[in-house]
Structure formats: structure tokens, C-alpha cells
């Protein structure tokens, strides 16, 4: 995500430390922000684009999806619809960028705006994915032990297929 060129060697506890933060961070991103100002401005160029609808959906889906993977039991469910609730909020800030973003007239801006912009949307995301791991980890921590083995799982899994798209 940084314009870092060689990645640092991580333990196997921080790597999953760093595939929850990002799998728990993508579920409210549009896409992947990029590192460079090109990329950065190409990513506001298709948020101008994408539909709120379109959005709405893709949050909901990947709520849905979650929800599967990590085997949500009943006795859970008050814990999780704090967690999609915040994938919700969450979306609906990075939406509400976007949209002052799409207000904006098309201009050229310079390399500085650019990582200004990017700079906003990376806080908006930072802080929006704080929210979302306290509420997953009051959900974590009320898990029995093989429900937490199922949500490392589908941590661990997610984390190597970024990797190996990096």
C-alpha cells in the first residue's frame, strides 16, 4: 500500500495481524488504494463513476459473505450486527468522499493535491478500520475456541491471496 519496495519479514502472528487489518479495512474500501499519485488519481477518476447502489451492494455482499465464512452462530448475532453496522457506517463515509469528490469540477491537480487527496481518503479508511476491529474483536473475544480457529482461518487465507497478488 506504501511506496515500500521490499516488504519486511514478518512473524506469523504479525502476518495475521496484517491480513486482518486488511481484510477487515477492504471490506469498506471501493478498491484498493493505490501508492502512486497516477494510481491515486485513476482511483478517483472510477469512484467518480461507481453508483452509491453499486457500493450499497457490494457492502452488503461482502457482509454476507463474512458472515458465512466466519460460521456466525446465533448466540453471535447481536456481536456481528455491531461489526456489519460499522462496515455500513464505514462504507457510507468512504461514499460520502466520494461523492464530495464527484462535486468537485475536473481539473488537473498537482502531484501535492493529489497526495492530499490520497491523504484523505487513507485517514477516512484508517480510522474507519479502527472502528471495525474493535467491534470484530468484542465478537473474537466472545467466540468459543473452534469458532476463533474459523475466523483465524479465514483471516490467515485471505491474507496469503493478497500476498500473492502483491
Given at each position: ?21 486488511g ?83 475536473v481539473?488537473?491537480?498537482?502531484a501535492v ?6 491523504e484523505?481518503?487513507t ?25 476463533k ?18
Amino acid at each position: 500500500m506504501f511506496l515500500l519496495s521490499q516488504r519486511p519479514s514478518l512473524s506469523r502472528a504479525a502476518a495475521r495481524s496484517a491480513a486482518i487489518a486488511g481484510l477487515l479495512g477492504a471490506t469498506f474500501l471501493l478498491a484498493p488504494l493505490a501508492a502512486s499519485a497516477g494510481s491515486v488519481a485513476s482511483h478517483h477518476r472510477h469512484a467518480r463513476h461507481a453508483t452509491s447502489e453499486d457500493r450499497a451492494e457490494s457492502v452488503e455482499q461482502r457482509i454476507t459473505s463474512l458472515h458465512a465464512a466466519l460460521k456466525i452462530t446465533p448466540s453471535e448475532e447481536v456481536n456481528w450486527t455491531a461489526v456489519a453496522q460499522v462496515m455500513r457506517d464505514n462504507e457510507s463515509r468512504m461514499q460520502s468522499l466520494i461523492s464530495a469528490r464527484k462535486a468537485e469540477p475536473v481539473q488537473t491537480e498537482d502531484a501535492v493535491e493529489h497526495l492530499k487527496t490520497y491523504e484523505r481518503f487513507t485517514q477516512t479508511h484508517v480510522d474507519g478500520l479502527k472502528m471495525l476491529i474493535s467491534s470484530f474483536e468484542t465478537l473474537y473475544n466472545t467466540m468459543p475456541v473452534d469458532q476463533k480457529h474459523v475466523a483465524d482461518q479465514v483471516f490467515e487465507k485471505f491474507g496469503h491471496q493478497r500476498e500473492a497478488r502483491g
